[in-house]
C-alpha cells in the first residue's frame, strides 16, 4: 500500500472500530463468552492451518537472522495453541466486568452515588512477534466490551491474518460484529503511525515491544499510551534464604524462558550465603549454556564468569546471559533494584517474614515477589486468563494488564428528585 492508501485504510479501520465499539459496548456476557467459546473452537479446529501459516513466519524470520530468543516467541506450535484455547475458555467463564457498580453511598438528602465499570472504548494494540497475544489482547478486549484493532510485528503477519480469520469467523457465530477485532493486515510501518495518531478513532494504545517500539510511540502518540518498558528482573537471594529453595527459584527464573519479560537477568545473593549456594548454581546454570557475568566477588569464586560492566546492570539480555552481584545487605539489594532495575518484577528468596515484607514495601516494581521465581509475571498465572501487557506505568493500570486494566469508572447517581439548595 502507498502512503494515501494507508491513511485511507487505517480510517476505515477506525471507522468500523468505532461504530463497533459501541454494540459491543452493549452486549451482554452471553453473548460476548459465547464469541469467545466460538473462537477457543475455531483455533481447535484450524490447528494445522495456523502452524503451517506460523511455519511461513518462522521460514522468513530464520532467513532474515531474527535472533533465537525472537524466534521462539515467534512460535505457534501445538502446546501454544492450547494455552490460547485454554486462556479463552478462562476469559470465557469470567465474570463481566462492564456494568458492575461499587462503592455506593448514601448522601445525607438520600441521593446514592456509586461508581460503574465501563469500556474503555476502542484499543489499539501493538507488538512484536508473539502470535499469542493476537488471541489474548482479543479475548480480553472482548470480554471486557472494548473494540481493538491490532497491529502485530512484520515477522508475524501471516499467523497473525490467520488467526484474525478465526477470530472474526467466532464473533460472527455469536451475532457480534467482526469489526469489533480488526488484525491490521499491512507491514507497512506508516500503519504504526496512523494507529498511535487516531485521536478520533482510538481511545488507548497499548504497546508490547522492546525499547526502540516503546521510544518511538512515546514520540510520536497522541493518544494516550499503557506501555511496558523493559524487563531487567532481578532475584535476591536473602540471608535467612533456605538454599535448596532459592536454587530451583533462580534455575527457574532463568531458564524457564529466555526471551520472556520476566526473566531474571540479575541474581543478588547475601554474601554470608555465597560460598555455599553460587558454585552449585553456576554449575548448573553453565550446563543450561548461559553466561554468567559477575562483580568482583563473584568472580572470585567463578574466576570463568566474564566481568559484569556498569551496563550489565541495566540490561535487559532477553537471552542465555545472567549478571551477578554479591550484595553485603538486604538494603543493599534493595538500592541495587531501585538503581538499575525497570521496576517490573523482583523477588526475594528469605524465610525472614520481617525480610520478605521491607522487600514488598520498599521495592517499587509492578509485581514484588516474595519466594518465587520472576517468570510467574503473566497475566495467566495471576489468574487474569490472559494478559494485555505488563504495565510498568503507576496511573491507570500498572503490572499484568487484565480485564479491569481494559476498563474505566464513571460515577453514576441516582434519586427521587432532590434538589441542591
Not at 483455533?43 to 506460523?54: E, K, S, V
Not at 532467513?63 to 484455547?85: H, Q, T, V, Y
Not at 535476591?236 to 531458564?255: E, F, G, M, P, R
Request: hydrophobic residues 45%; proline residues 3%.
Amino acid at each position: 500500500m502507498k502512503s494515501l492508501d494507508i491513511s485511507e485504510y487505517m480510517t476505515q479501520l477506525g471507522t468500523r472500530a468505532r461504530a463497533a465499539s459501541r454494540a459491543i459496548a452493549r452486549a451482554d456476557d452471553t453473548a460476548k463468552s459465547g464469541a469467545l467459546r466460538a473462537i477457543a473452537r475455531g483455533l481447535q479446529a484450524n490447528r494445522d492451518a495456523l502452524i503451517a501459516a506460523n511455519a511461513i513466519d518462522l521460514a522468513r524470520a530464520r532467513d532474515n537472522g531474527l535472533e533465537p530468543a525472537m524466534l521462539d516467541r515467534l512460535k505457534l506450535d501445538d502446546k501454544a495453541l492450547s494455552r490460547m484455547i485454554e486462556g479463552l475458555t478462562q476469559i470465557a467463564g469470567m465474570p463481566d466486568p462492564i456494568g458492575e457498580i461499587t462503592e455506593v453511598k448514601i448522601r445525607p438528602n438520600g441521593m446514592r452515588v456509586g461508581r460503574m465499570r465501563v469500556p474503555l472504548g476502542v484499543i489499539g494494540i501493538i507488538y512484536e512477534s508473539r502470535p499469542n497475544v493476537t488471541i489474548d489482547a482479543a479475548a480480553l478486549c472482548l470480554k471486557s466490551g472494548n473494540a481493538t484493532i491490532l497491529r502485530g510485528g512484520s515477522e508475524a503477519i501471516e499467523s497473525n491474518v490467520a488467526l484474525g480469520a478465526v477470530i472474526r469467523a467466532g464473533l460472527e457465530e455469536a451475532g457480534l460484529p467482526s469489526d469489533a477485532i480488526q488484525v491490521i493486515e499491512t507491514t507497512d510501518r506508516a500503519a504504526v503511525g496512523a494507529l498511535v495518531t487516531a485521536t478520533e478513532y482510538v481511545d488507548v494504545i497499548v504497546p508490547r515491544g522492546g525499547k526502540r517500539l516503546i521510544a518511538r510511540l512515546t514520540e510520536e502518540a497522541r493518544v494516550p499510551l499503557i506501555k511496558h518498558l523493559d524487563g531487567n528482573c532481578h532475584v535476591y537471594v536473602d540471608s535467612a534464604a533456605d538454599l535448596a529453595q532459592a536454587h530451583t527459584i533462580a534455575l527457574n527464573a532463568k531458564t524457564y524462558r529466555f526471551g520472556i519479560c520476566g526473566a531474571m537477568e540479575t541474581l543478588l545473593v547475601h554474601q554470608s550465603v555465597v560460598t555455599d549456594f553460587l558454585p552449585k548454581l553456576a554449575a548448573e546454570l553453565r550446563a543450561r549454556e548461559v553466561e554468567l557475568r559477575g562483580c568482583e566477588r563473584t568472580r572470585a569464586l567463578l574466576p570463568d564468569a566474564a566481568v559484569a560492566t556498569q551496563e550489565d546492570w541495566f540490561t535487559e539480555y532477553a537471552a542465555p546471559v545472567l549478571a551477578i552481584k554479591v550484595v553485603d545487605s538486604l538494603d543493599e539489594a534493595i538500592d541495587h533494584i531501585e538503581y538499575y532495575g525497570s521496576h517490573h518484577t523482583d523477588s526475594i528468596v528469605t524465610d525472614s517474614v520481617t525480610h520478605a515484607r521491607r522487600f514488598q514495601r520498599e521495592v517499587d516494581s509492578a509485581s514484588v515477589l516474595v519466594n518465587l521465581p520472576t517468570c510467574f509475571a503473566d497475566g495467566f498465572e495471576y489468574g487474569l486468563g490472559a494478559e494485555i501487557g505488563i504495565s510498568t506505568n503507576k496511573l491507570h493500570a500498572r503490572g499484568p494488564v487484565g480485564l479491569e486494566g481494559l476498563t474505566t469508572l464513571k460515577w453514576v447517581l441516582d434519586g427521587e428528585g432532590q434538589q441542591r439548595g
